[in-house]
């Protein structure tokens, strides 16, 4: 079908596609951008084939990431011609923090790219897509306004794709961890005043959303301004979110040790919205290490707020991100951080191999840089230490019953997935009736990444209750 000319602002419908890449910051980033796009006329679609605009939401952390933006950019170049050969027009943008970190050199590799821009000017999209679509070259757009985009956003527009649901609140990061680009392409950190998230949270419970998590690529140094003029930290913000009316679970992601405030371990132990789960990145268990990173704690500092918090929230269970081979790292520094793991027990964890970054401080590190094999081999090492942890967590569900708030459709036939408390993947046998609500689940299987059982009737419960009585008498 012929698409004509007319890209400016009108309500003929249009197809946009968006790839998002990285982090659960940029997942939200990718609604935000396709609310702002819709009184254009831009519909999402699933597929860039024959897409009138299509965004890659990017992401620079690691090198892989910054990579894949490049070749996926070649084969929407491909999908761009043939549209142009049907006598249409495929805008590409590229978004997220490789725009901000490489700006207009993208343009350079990628000429048929027309927008790039950075994560805080998705607000002014409309003015860059006219900018893009009726003026002659690309649009660049990579500052950091003064105005804050969340101001500015469509009040309304934030519909929630099912019950559980992202809530920016925070962004960037003032703490220069050596290895990290983050600093750099989000920027100084931005708290959203509390009277705002409140509001979007109420909004998304009114449409059905039952949990929340709270997003901030360092969450828990929230300080955004409360009603009572004062700077409120996470926990307090947490504590006031558990009291809006049909909210039943509230996380956060993702924070930093040094971070974590009495209010919030408390929080921990006193809020039963709060879940039993916290994502809570280490990076390396060798203080030598930890100090070269730059993050300001040792080993011993994390294990103790590890055990303040497990003194609050005896159900915790953990999460971490784990960095091998930084340079200068040796086979002690990578035994101190198996042994903290060994010492912790996560539930999960994500491990990546070092990866220089331009323009920070540890990519200078000359002569100093790991092998690669040597990386790759500690990968390994860390990745089949945290899934054995992983498989013993999961294991020790089997037989309990556990909360699964239902949010997607499985792929067998009546199979509905939600998450557990502890972030878990389960699959039930359930009729659809049951999607987005909270629902008692029985454990019978637990694997590597998931949990399967079923749900627990009316009946069942009865059953169990009576047996409890007879116990008990
Ligand atoms: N190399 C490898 N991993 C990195 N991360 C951040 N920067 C780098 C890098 N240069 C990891 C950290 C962080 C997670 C989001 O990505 O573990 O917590
Ligand atoms: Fe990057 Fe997290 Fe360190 Fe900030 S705290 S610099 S986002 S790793």
């Known amino acids: ?68 933006v490049y070749s996926e950019l070649g084969r929407i170049r491909h999908l761009q011609n043939e549209k142009a050969a049907d006598g249409g027009r495929m805008v590409v943008a590229v978004a997220g923090c490789v725009a901000q970190a490489e700006g207009a050199e993208i343009m350079m590799r990628a000429p048929h790219v027309d927008m790039v821009f950075g994560p805080q000017t998705y607000h002014q999209l409309p003015e860059m897509v006219t900018r893009a ?35 920016s609140v925070q962004e960037g990061c003032d703490k220069f961890c050596t290895f990290c680009v983050v600093p750099y392409t989000r920027g100084s ?33 929230f300080h955004g301004e409360g009603p009572d003029g004062k700077a409120w930290g996470l926990g307090r913000l947490i504590r006031a979110l558990a009291e809006i009316d049909g909210l039943a679970r509230i996380r956060y992601t993702t924070s930093h040790p040094r971070d974590m405030d009495d209010d919030l371990i408390d929080a921990h132990g006193t809020v039963p919205q709060l879940m039993p789960f916290l994502h809570l990145p280490v990076q390396s268990g060798s203080d030598r290490i930890l100090a070269a990173m730059n993050r300001k704690h040792t080993g011993d500092d994390y294990r103790r707020l590890i055990d303040r918090l497990r003194t609050r929230q005896p159900d ?13 790292e040796t086979d002690q520094d990578f035994a101190d951080t198996l042994r903290l793991i060994t010492d912790i027990g996560f539930a999960q964890a994500y491990s990546f191999k070092y990866s220089a970054r331009p323009g920070t401080p540890a990519a200078t590190l000359e002569g100093r840089q790991v092998d690669e094999k040597v990386k790759d081999e500690r990968l390994q090492a860390v990745q089949q230490l945290l899934n054995a942890q992983q498989v013993a967590f999961n294991q020790t569900m089997i037989g309990r019953t556990l909360s699964v708030l239902f949010d997607r ?65």
């Open 189 to 221: 950190e931005y708290s959203r005043p509390v009277a705002q998230v409140l509001n979007e949270a109420k909004r998304l419970v009114s449409h059905g959303v039952r949990e929340i998590t709270l997003l901030g690529q360092n969450v828990n140094a």
């Open 133 to 167: 679509v009726r003026g002659a070259g690309g649009v660049v757009n990579t500052d950091f306004p003064v105005e804050s985009k969340f101001d500015l956003l469509p009040e309304e527009s934030a519909k929630p794709q099912g019950p559980a649901a992202f809530l």
């Open 1 to 68: 079908m012929r698409k004509g000319p007319g890209f400016g602002v009108t309500a003929l419908k249009k197809k946009l596609f968006i790839k998002t890449y990285g982090c659960q910051m940029n997942v939200y980033d990718s609604d935000r951008m396709a609310d702002v796009l819709g009184p254009l006329g831009y519909e999402p679609t699933d597929t860039p084939d024959g897409a009138d605009m299509v965004i890659l939401n990017t992401c620079h952390i690691r090198e892989k990431a910054s990579e894949k």
């Open 409 to 473: 459709v499985g792929k067998l036939e009546g199979q509905l997935l939600g998450r557990s408390a502890y972030m878990q993947s389960v699959y039930v046998q359930a009729p659809a009736r049951l999607m987005g609500q909270m629902v008692e689940v029985h454990i019978t299987g637990a694997y590597a990444n998931s949990l399967s059982g079923h749900v627990v009737t009316g009946e069942t419960m009865t059953q169990a209750a009576s047996r409890a009585v007879e116990v008990h008498a």
């Open 316 to 328: 915790l269970a953990l999460s971490s991100d784990f960095i091998t081979g930084f340079p200068g």
